[in-house]
């Protein structure tokens, strides 16, 4: 026997949407009677063995996203969408959002270094610095001359060069060691 056989005569041409209504409706109630039956064992074992929260609580959390989205992937296929559609579209997503962000980290870093530099005042306009390499080795040094969102503009003050203009990133501020020399109080100040 059939399931149309069962169900009245007004439900045969609903039948298409009933079964798979019905077989979604089984896959959230599952995943979520698993998410819960694995939440509760993992806060068991973390209270038996003594497992800090910062370790429990991200297992937790993985394990979620885990069955959320193998149970959002199995939704997905009773509505009729292809596994393979939705994987190549999801790494088709990742890839170009990686590639985006490896492609602004720089800029964005020399943006962020930039705010700590006008917060955290490591320098300021018409101080000298110098930007060590190791110990032994000079660096790159110079008069603070101007500071911008991603470069600070140094002039340079070795004879050889004198008056050059150096444009450094912001973040290598923050990547080598800083020897700095200030100048009067009464001079320029940022």
Known sequence: MRLRDYLPVWAHEWIDLIVPGLQILGILVAAWLLQYLLRRIVARVGQRYQLPT???APVRNMLRYLIYGA???????RLGVSATVLWTGFTGFVTVAAVAFFAAWSVLSNLFCAVLIFSTRPFRLGDVVELIDAGDK??????VVD????????????????????????????????????????????
Do not use: C
Not at 71 to 77: S, T
């Open 54 to 56: 910062d370790l429990v």
């Open 71 to 77: 149970a959002f992937l199995l939704v997905m296929e």
């Open 138 to 143: 000079p660096g790159i040094k110079g008069r």
């Open 147 to 190: 500071i911008q969102l991603v470069y600070t503009t140094l002039e340079d003050v070795t004879p050889e060069h004198a008056g050059a203009l150096l444009q450094v990133p912001n973040a290598l501020f923050f990547q080598k060691s800083l020897r700095r020399w200030r100048t009067d109080p009464g001079t320029l100040s940022l």
